[in-house]
């Protein structure tokens, strides 16, 4: 087999080999440079370089690497949501780390290369290259779940995500390869062209395969019944880590499903069928078992497992309008839910911290600022306007009944009347609710001021002019639509 090194452009994937330097580069230095702060905002710059790298392809599509890389403005807008996650991770997770004696330089490289795999899942048209995107996030997540080594709970936390993600990827690995064996290839492309006549002559392979790989991505983005591992893994995992893995690697997923179902199987009713159920479930059993936590890192865990549902809706949905809105509900999710998870980093840093619902109490008095910001993260979550998240879901639940999915839009409204309750239980800890001691104080610095600012002015910005982000969102799906 010749090589067409024409088809060979790694300047497309300019961010990805900054960050995997970069990455290197830190576990080579990390024991030599004692000072932490100097490899932590190399790290943080470095995101802000692929940040700016991948700006640069908006509205300007290239493909290589035999086309199995695509660089559009889907992947363009998604490796921005990666990028902009791991930066606000990385800003809230110094604090904590050196409270809990946990700083160390490969946490940051493990960051940085979990964002890689990201990436490379969001820009990929070819489901063996996806699926070594998915490895390539995965295997960082199971050490950052553990990362707290002395910690039975993160020990647990690791050991368990471990072992899931190892299951799910069985489960999707043998839906791809049922999927070559009914097309002959891997190439979305190829496939989504010969569809009808795959469907016709290699049906049982087809459905088979497509049905395995959404339940591998099931697993990743928290669906009901592949929940299972959720509340636990992200109450034991340290708490940035958990805000990392309630937005980054659920995005990552959604972005590799949408590529796999609106572009290689979009003319497949079965899957619709499929998806109108997962998400009926996913809502419906996320936010009914939300409401009974009392520690509120598995509180938003739960939470997290009925956002994923919402987003189900609109791939239940299809067409340019609801793919655009799951776009924009996910870029405005980064926001808020990274908000609140700063919130309870901040508290959650204090020595003998369980980050209960009821360590809030107090916060109005000591901190009305913080108390105020966490009001505002939990209303979004609960989508109230004018937040992001209201007009997130709004656009969603639209295009549903627009569709002619009244009842699931139906069933997601309801659901979202649900969410009120355990969101407000927070708000109501912080300004009504007695502490039992005196509040504890709380340290601020200056990374985690600019990690609020971010995720403040971020809610509110997609929340006041919803129709530019949403316009901008639909930019990503001229490639597919």
């Known amino acids: ?59 300007n599509p290239e493909s290589g690497f035999y ?4 660089v559009d403005n889907f992947a363009v807008l998604f490796k921005v949501i990666f990028l902009s996650a791991s930066a606000i991770t990385l800003l809230m997770a110094r604090n904590y780390l050196q409270g809990r004696s946990l700083e160390r330089p490969e946490f940051y490289a493990l960051l940085l290369f979990s964002a890689v795999g990201m990436m490379t899942m969001a820009s990929s048209s070819d489901l063996i ?42 489960f999707l690995l043998y ?58 893994v992200y109450q034991g995992a340290p708490t940035p880590v958990t805000a990392y893995f309630s937005v980054a ?58 956002h994923a549902g919402y987003i189900l809706v609109a791939l239940t949905a299809g067409g340019e309008g609801a793919v655009s809105s799951a776009v924009y509900y996910l870029l405005a999710y ?3 839910n990274l908000g609140a998870f700063t919130v309870i980093t901040i508290i959650d840093s204090r020595i003998g911290s369980n980050a209960l619902i009821d360590e809030m109490k107090g916060l109005s008095g000591c901190h009305p600022y913080l108390a105020a910001l966490l009001a505002l993260f939990m209303l979004a979550l609960s989508g109230f306007p004018p937040t992001a998240g209201f007009f997130g879901k709004f656009y969603i639940f639209s295009e549903a009944v627009r569709s002619g999915y009244i009842w699931l839009a139906v069933i997601g409204v309801m659901n979202s009347f649900v969410s009120v309750y355990y969101y407000f239980r927070v708000v109501v800890a912080a300004y009504f609710g007695k502490p039992e001691q005196e509040f504890r104080p709380v340290a601020y610095r200056p990374a985690l001021l600019l990690a609020l600012l971010i995720t403040a002015t971020g809610t509110l910005l997609l929340g006041f002019f919803p129709q530019y982000w949403v316009e901008l969102s639909r930019a990503t799906m001229f490639p597919f639509l």
């Open 1 to 59: 087999m010749r090589i067409d090194l024409s088809t060979i452009n790694p300047g497309i994937i300019a961010p990805e080999i900054l960050l995997l330097a970069v990455g290197m580069l830190i576990l080579i230095a990390g024991n030599i440079i004692k000072n932490r702060g100097v490899i932590a905002y190399t790290a943080f710059l470095a995101l802000l370089a692929a940040i700016f790298l991948s700006i640069q392809r908006w509205n």
């Open 67 to 70: 086309g199995m890389v695509q």
């Open 129 to 170: 290259v996806i699926f070594l995107g998915l490895e390539i996030m995965s295997v960082p997540l199971y050490v950052m779940a553990g990362f707290a080594r002395h910690d039975p709970n993160s020990n647990e936390s690791g050991i368990k995500y471990f072992i899931i993600g190892a299951f799910a990827t069985a």
């Open 175 to 232: 839906g791809i390869a049922l999927i070559y064996g009914a097309a002959g290839t891997t190439d979305l492309r190829t496939i989504a062209a010969e569809l009808s006549f795959l469907r016709v002559h290699s049906g049982l392979f087809l459905y088979t395969g497509a049905f395995l790989v959404l339940i591998g991505f099931g697993f990743k983005v928290a669906a009901v019944p592949f929940h299972m591992w959720v509340p636990d």
């Open 249 to 306: 690697p659920k995005a990552a997923g959604f972005a590799a499903l949408l590529r796999i179902l609106i572009f290689g199987f979009a003319q497949i009713p079965e899957i619709t069928s499929l998806l109108w159920i997962l998400a009926f479930l996913t809502m419906t059993v996320g936010n009914i078992l939300a409401i009974y936590q009392s520690n509120i890192k598995r509180m938003l865990a739960y939470s997290s497992i009925a």
């Open 334 to 336: 980064t926001f808020f």
